[in-house]
């Protein structure tokens, strides 16, 4: 069982608790979903309950009673924070020898762990060198392997393909049946008829309803709705499209005759990719077929074949790339470069005006729902605010090219919804929004452009209503 009564957690430099006074039970064997808005707390829940918090992560807290599994399997939204090997056996082996497998075994044993999340990947391949979609199988694949009696999942599948998403629900489903399971997740189609009990929290981390799914949604949709919570009808409420058939048809970017790959294998062959501005382009495919990779060559950040160019002059370092684009990684850890949230937007503004500065600073921080948190640390932020802030910063840029990697995973619809509404406003002023997006509602609403990766090739997907994702 696991339990705590009368919870109370602070971030050391956040204004408000995290947790005041949570009282919450979970039973042996119960499949329990954790709904909420981003920044609700619900990550944090998990690390305090799997004894992350404070064993691993120090943070001031306080409780009458606390009862946790410290044996259990955790699969993070971000799935580098659970790797310590170099090698994808290393990684999986590190669990077997833990569970005492013997040395014969293992090798079989890695591979149906691998099998069984559809990853398909030599076991000696560097684990730094797979995708975010492939890391986040690999998680999953060694959590399995752990066979722990306790189950924390957050957000699992954020990062992969809908084809995967449901292949690796089905698969994870098979193994939980004799598992005390607790998960944090926004795409919930593929479990919530296969889950016991739908907590929701509000934005101050208080449970505001706790029944079975069905009575949930029945009872409270509305405030499933209020909260950003993605229930089944969550996209009627989504900003509606708009036309955007007149965008300019004069590229400023353009790349000819080109190769990407990674090591020796040829990942994307293309004989012209060209950019024009006022496009609004998704870039879709499965994991593991170089749509990273793609935007980072375009930033000049890996070495490609061909010839890029922007407004005739080529491109060939960093600087010049960075003169007209901006790249958000999947892992917006990667780019933030400050003491605080609210330094992190100012400093992109820090060209202007003090006072016109601050003033954008804090629209923007409004827009994106982070001015309660504006003078915390940004490592201190839940998965989806790091997203927001993230966004945030490039948005703040003067880069006529905005390119985002999966800039909605983690995201509660209402914070999805201001982005998708944020993007629209940019593209309708002239700047070009190029996302690699797994959601086909995305896909299927708003861009100006699809492009799909496959078999090496990039594909002009035309508007049938028929979308790859």
């Not at 790959?261 to 990719?273: E, V």
């Not at 880069?399 to 909605?408: K, S, Y």
Request: charged share 25%; with cysteine; glycine share 6%.
């Amino acid at each position: 069982m696991l339990s705590t009564k009368n919870l109370r957690l602070k971030y050391p430099n956040g204004e408000h608790k995290i947790f005041d006074g949570l009282d919450l039970t979970i039973h042996d064997k119960e499949k329990v979903l954790l709904l909420g808005p981003s920044g609700a707390g619900k990550s944090t829940l998990l690390n305090v309950l799997s004894g992350i918090v404070p064993e691993l992560i120090e943070l001031p807290m306080k409780y009458d009673e606390l009862h946790i599994d410290a044996h259990c399997g955790m699969i993070f939204q971000d799935p580098d924070t659970q790797f310590c090997m170099p090698k994808v056996k290393e990684e999986l082996g590190f669990i077997l020898e833990n569970r005492q497998v013997p040395r014969s075994e293992m090798d079989q044993a890695i591979q149906r762990a691998l099998d069984s999340v559809g990853l398909n990947v030599d076991p000696d391949q560097y684990v730094n060198q797979l995708s975010g979609g492939m890391k986040q199988k690999l998680a999953i694949a060694e959590t399995l392997l752990q066979q722990a009696e306790t189950l924390f999942l957050d957000e699992p599948t954020a990062m992969l393909d809908t084809e995967a998403t449901a292949e690796l629900w089905s698969k994870i489903k098979d193994f939980w049946e004799d598992q005390t399971v607790v998960i944090v997740e926004h795409k919930v189609e593929h479990i919530w008829e296969h889950i016991d009990r739908v907590i929701l929290l509000n934005y101050n981390a208080e449970i505001i309803a706790d029944d079975k799914p069905e009575a949930i949604l029945a009872q409270h949709e509305e405030l499933l709705t209020e909260y950003g919570v993605w229930h089944p009808n969550a996209w009627d409420y989504a900003p509606q499209a708009q036309d955007t058939s007149s965008t300019t048809t004069e590229p400023v970017f353009s790349y000819q005759d080109g190769a990407i790959r990674r090591g020796n294998k040829t990942l994307i062959a293309l004989d012209a990719f060209n950019v024009s501005l006022g496009e609004w382009i998704t870039i879709t495919g499965k994991n593991g077929t170089g749509k990273t990779t793609l935007l980072e060559s375009m930033m000049q950040l890996i070495k490609y074949d061909g010839k890029m160019t922007y407004n005739g002059h080529y491109l060939k370092k960093i600087k010049d790339a960075a003169q007209h684009m901006y790249l958000v990684y999947q892992n917006p850890e990667l780019q933030f470069i400050t003491q605080s949230v609210y330094d992190e937007i100012f400093i992109q503004f820090s060209q202007k005006d003090n006072k016109q500065a601050q003033q954008q600073t804090e629209d923007m921080l409004r827009l994106l729902n982070l001015e309660r948190v504006q003078n915390q640390h940004p490592f201190e932020l839940s998965m989806g605010q790091k997203r927001r802030l993230s966004v945030a910063t490039a948005l703040s840029s003067p880069a006529d090219i905005i390119m985002l990697d999966e800039p909605t995973f983690g995201l509660d619809s209402h914070n999805t919804f201001n982005l998708i509404q944020l993007f629209q406003e940019r593209v309708a002023q002239g700047q070009t929004i190029i996302m690699i997006t797994h959601d086909p509602e995305i896909i299927a609403r708003y861009p100006s452009r699809q492009i799909h990766v496959e078999d090496q090739q990039l594909h002009e997907v035309r508007k049938t209503g028929d979308m790859h994702v």
